[in-house]
Structure formats: C-alpha cells, structure tokens
C-alpha cells in the first residue's frame, strides 16, 4: 500500500454541469423575460399612469397618488354613471389630467338645487357626498348632449369639475380612458379605483 499524504489538497475534483440543470437556469429566465415583458405591453401599450393632483377625489384618490389608465375601456362601450375618468379639459393638451366621477351621461338632465345633485329630476342621495355649497353652471336645468357626460369630484366641495363654466361638460372624445388602479404611498395604499 501506497502512503497517504496528509495535509491540504489543492486538486479539487471538477463538477460537471449536468444538461438538465442549464436547461432548468433557460426556463427560469425566460419566464422572468416573458413576466418583464408582459408587465410592460400592460402598463405601456394598454394603459397609462398620471398622477392624482389636489383632493377633490378624496377619500377615492389621495395628492400625489399614481393612477393607472385604462385607455382602452371606452373603445366599445361608453363610460356609465359612477366611472372614474381621466380628461383633458375641452381637450386642453397643455392642461394636466382631471380625474372626476361620472355622474350623468348623454341625455340626462341635471341640476344642483339645494346643495344636492338632480339627475333627470330625481335627487341623488349618497351619504358619503356632503351638500355642494356651489351649482356653477347648473343652478338651472342642463342637458346634456349626444357625446357628453357630466362630471364631479368625490370631495365635492374642494372641486373644479363640470359644475365649473371653464369645464363643462365633458366630450366623450376628451375622456382618455377609465382610472382604473391607484398607488400610493403610507395611508393611501394601492388597490382598484372604485
């Protein structure tokens, strides 16, 4: 028998890498290309982000909230009564992203009397909206035309909406699409527009 030497060894054994493991290391990154790719044909093809500015969404959206867009959600049907949009104003390019509440679509009636919203003639009761101390441009009836859709503020006493003469109404084609995801940060959190 030969002599064991003993002491260190600097003669390491090579590992082989097996054709299953490089296989299994393609899989991963392809999935993780694929995820990365999808996230951004969503976000960027389908959708846009603007920024909630001001706090007449409030308790909806929050300042400084990040909303994503839906700009598709309108190419088949139009936006319904409760719809949160995202319009430029009289189609204003150089004027920043509103974000209101639908209220009253095409054809509707609408009047603010009291400090209460009127749609059609029947009054609008939701406690979670408090009195308007403003009616703006519907202190008399107001109907709406074939492509408008009025709009207002969930925090609807600290609000430049429809009610205002500089907006109006809003044009179906000035509506970019429908708030449909919020991000935020401490108390605002993130979740769907509702």
């Given at each position: 028998?030969?002599?064991?030497?003993?002491?260190?060894?600097?003669y390491?054994?090579?590992k082989?890498?097996s054709?299953?493991?490089?296989?299994e290391?393609?899989?991963?990154?392809?999935g993780?290309?694929?995820a990365?790719?999808i996230?951004?044909?969503?976000?960027?093809a389908?959708?846009?982000s603007?920024?909630?500015?001001?706090?007449s969404m409030?308790?909806?959206l929050?300042?400084?909230?990040?909303v994503?867009?839906?700009?598709?959600?309108?190419?088949?049907t139009?936006?319904e009564?409760?719809?949160?949009?995202?319009?430029?104003?009289?189609?204003?390019r150089?004027?920043?992203?509103?974000?209101?509440?639908?209220v009253a679509?095409?054809?509707?009636?609408?009047?603010?009397i009291g400090?209460?919203?009127?749609?059609?003639?029947?009054?609008?009761v939701?406690?979670?909206?408090?009195k308007m101390?403003?009616a703006?441009?519907v202190?008399?009836p107001?109907v709406?035309g074939?492509d408008?859709?009025?709009v207002?503020?969930?925090?609807?006493n600290?609000?430049?909406?429809?009610r205002?003469?500089?907006?109006?109404?809003v044009?179906?084609?000035?509506?970019?699409?429908?708030a449909?995801?919020?991000?935020?940060?401490?108390?605002?959190?993130?979740?769907?527009?509702?």
């Amino acid at each position: 028998m030969g002599k064991r030497r003993k002491g260190l060894s600097f003669y390491k054994k090579k590992k082989k890498i097996s054709a299953a493991l490089v296989k299994e290391i393609l899989v991963w990154c392809f999935g993780i290309f694929a995820a990365v790719f999808i996230a951004f044909v969503v976000v960027y093809a389908v959708g846009m982000s603007t920024s909630m500015i001001g706090v007449s969404m409030e308790p909806a959206l929050y300042n400084g909230q990040r909303v994503l867009i839906n700009r598709y959600a309108y190419l088949l049907t139009s936006p319904e009564v409760g719809d949160v949009v995202v319009f430029l104003p009289n189609g204003n390019r150089n004027s920043h992203y509103y974000i209101k509440r639908v209220v009253a679509v095409p054809g509707d009636t609408v009047q603010i009397i009291g400090g209460r919203l009127y749609v059609n003639g029947e009054q609008i009761v939701d406690e979670r909206y408090d009195k308007m101390a403003e009616a703006g441009i519907v202190e008399n009836p107001l109907v709406l035309g074939v492509d408008e859709y009025f709009v207002l503020g969930d925090n609807r006493n600290n609000s430049e909406d429809s009610r205002s003469a500089n907006i109006g109404p809003v044009r179906g084609r000035d509506i970019l699409g429908r708030a449909w995801f919020h991000m935020g940060s401490g108390t605002a959190g993130m979740g769907f527009v509702e």
